[in-house]
Each structure stands twice: as structure tokens, then as C-alpha cells.
């Protein structure tokens, strides 16, 4: 039996009103084409996508994409929560067109990456250090950078990492 995913179907036919206007739908994973309600025509299908990359046993970040533009067929933000108690192994990252704001892909990512490690948010009497900051992709690229940076610095400056 197939599972179901989350997805949104999009018009591509520029003379429908509803163009690049989503369609929420819930499919199995098989091959499955979306037909405009309007206009007829055939469309495409934007798949929620999850990925796990890193090494290890335990889920150290959790990423979630958000705000999907259909036109370019991107995704414009990007939310990150990670642990920093621990160094870093697993990375979970889920694009999800559903989502659309920046407060819901935080709660979502934060959410994951609990469920993930399947811990409490205390652990011997302290609370887990977690870091959140979104990453917009429309933004200017200095602007970009300037924000990475700031992730990286905080990072480096973690009383948790390893010394040398």
C-alpha cells in the first residue's frame, strides 16, 4: 500500500484565474498528474520532500523550507533548528509547499527535531540550548551572508563544540 503525501497542484495555463494559484491535494506516491478544475489543462504537482543527511545516530538540526513560489519553482525561506548540546550529526531537512510563513516552519522544525531525537526539551534538569534563525533566499546576498555568518559565529562560540 502506498503512503499518502501532502502537495499542492499548480495551473500553469496563463489564461486561467487560476494560475499558479495551489491546489492542496493528498496523493499516493505513484506518478499522478494534476488537471486544472477550471480550465482543464494540465498542471504539476509540488511534492513535500523530506532528506536526511549527516553521520551518526542522532538528529542534531532540523530544517524546514517554506513561502513556495510556483512561478519559479522555488522555495524563498528557510528555517533551522538545531541542538546545540551536542556536536553535530543528522540533519533532517523537509520542504514542505504547504507551509507558508516563518512562525509555522519555526513550530514545525522545532517540532521535527523533537520527535527526531525523541527526547524532552529538559534533560538532567537543563534546558536544551536551540538556536532558530530563518534564512531568506530572496533577500539580498550580502544580507544572506551577513545572516549565515551570524549562525556560523554563534556557532563557533558554542560552549558546547569540541576543543582542540
Not at 4 to 22: A, E, Q, T, V
Not at 108 to 120: C, I, Q, R, V, Y
Request: proline share 4%; aromatic share 10%.
Amino acid at each position: 500500500m502506498s503512503r499518502l503525501r501532502w502537495c499542492i497542484g499548480y495551473c500553469l495555463n496563463d489564461k486561467c484565474h487560476s494560475c499558479f494559484k495551489g491546489a492542496f491535494l493528498l496523493n499516493p506516491e505513484t506518478e499522478f498528474q494534476f488537471i486544472c478544475g477550471d480550465c482543464d489543462v494540465a498542471g504539476y504537482v509540488e511534492h513535500e520532500k523530506h532528506k536526511t543527511t549527516g553521520a551518526g545516530e542522532i538528529y542534531t538540526e532540523c530544517r524546514v523550507s517554506f513561502n513556495y513560489n510556483p512561478e519559479e519553482r522555488k522555495y524563498r525561506g528557510e528555517a533551522i533548528i538545531r541542538r546545540e548540546d551536542i556536536m553535530p550529526e543528522l540533519i533532517y531537512k523537509m520542504s514542505s509547499p504547504v507551509v507558508k510563513g516563518e512562525s509555522r516552519a519555526l513550530k514545525l522544525a522545532e517540532g521535527l527535531l523533537s520527535h527526531l531525537t525523541n527526547g524532552p526539551k529538559i534533560q538532567n534538569g537543563a534546558i536544551i540550548e536551540a538556536h532558530e534563525k530563518t534564512l531568506y533566499w530572496d533577500d539580498p546576498r550580502s544580507l544572506y551572508l551577513i545572516n549565515l555568518g551570524k549562525i556560523g559565529k554563534q556557532w563557533e562560540n558554542s560552549q558546547k563544540k569540541v576543543k582542540d
